[in-house]
């Protein structure tokens, strides 16, 4: 079974540019989570999709989006790059049942780097 | 609101020595609990889970947890450390309901000495 995948693995952009950040959950799954892990800290979360709709986003400005496509894959978009935005981008997916308690398999990971 | 603390940014042990990565959490209603671990330049990988029944978790790679309600703990421990072993460890607690969120704690390195 494939697992989680996500791509470009890296990405270097300049300041003021549009990054769009793509991930494919494992089949069957329908929540797709995504994280910002930036050097030095932990795991923050960003936005959460189930079912094509946006359930939850963490505190991170408007110029953080996403969408999750009918398929259940997903994109994050930041706008108007800044240098502190360089950190990698997490995916991650689950069952997506209720109650909460299904696990979150991650994919490897978007590199950004803002220059 | 949820929160994870992992006391120790840092935990040494030798090879064949038994480890622990300590992890406490805070919630309002039943927690789920989770271990990950990290590898350089890599996702996560789920190591174990703690949903409800039996409070000793069995894992992947020998992992084990024990959830203790009173303590409000879930330290994550393994008999027997290999230097494969090495690498940075997150717990991550979520509340009951949906749409309640993945909380991680910072993250434990663990260094496996040969």
């Known amino acids: 079974e494939a697992g989680v995948t996500q791509s470009p693995t890296h990405l270097i952009k300049t300041r003021g540019q549009q990054a769009t950040l793509r991930c494919s959950p494992i089949?069957?799954?329908?929540?797709v989570y995504w994280y910002q892990q930036a050097l030095g800290l932990g795991l923050q979360f960003l936005l959460w999709?189930?079912?094509?709709?946006?359930?939850n986003r963490g505190n991170f400005p408007p110029r953080f989006s996403g969408r999750q496509f009918p398929n259940y894959s997903s994109e994050l978009n930041v706008n108007a790059l800044e240098l502190e935005d360089s950190a990698l981008y997490l995916c991650?997916?689950?069952?997506?049942?209720?109650?909460?308690?299904?696990?979150?398999?991650f994919g490897p990971g978007t590199r950004l780097t803002v220059l | 609101a949820q929160s994870v603390a992992q006391p120790e940014d840092q935990v040494n042990v030798a090879e064949g020595n038994p480890l622990t990565v300590k992890c406490t959490y805070s919630?309002?209603?039943?927690?789920?609990l989770f271990w990950y671990v990290q590898y350089p330049n890599r996702g996560l990988q789920f190591l174990l889970k703690?949903?409800?029944?039996?409070?000793l978790v069995k894992g992947s790679y020998g992992f084990e947890a024990e959830f203790n309600k009173s303590q409000t703990s879930f330290h994550l421990k393994k008999p027997s450390a290999l230097v494969s072993d090495s690498a940075l460890y997150f717990c991550?607690?979520?509340?009951?309901?949906?749409?309640?969120?993945?909380?991680f704690g910072p993250g434990t390195r663990l260094s496996v000495l040969p």
């Open positions: 991650a997916s689950s069952l997506g049942t209720s109650g909460g308690q299904d696990t979150q398999y």
């Open positions: 089949s069957g799954h329908t929540s």
């Open positions: 999709y189930d079912e094509g709709e946006e359930r």
């Open positions: 919630v309002s209603g039943n927690p789920y």
């Open positions: 703690y949903i409800t029944g039996d409070n």
């Open positions: 991550a607690v979520r509340d009951y309901g949906y749409g309640q969120n993945f909380v």
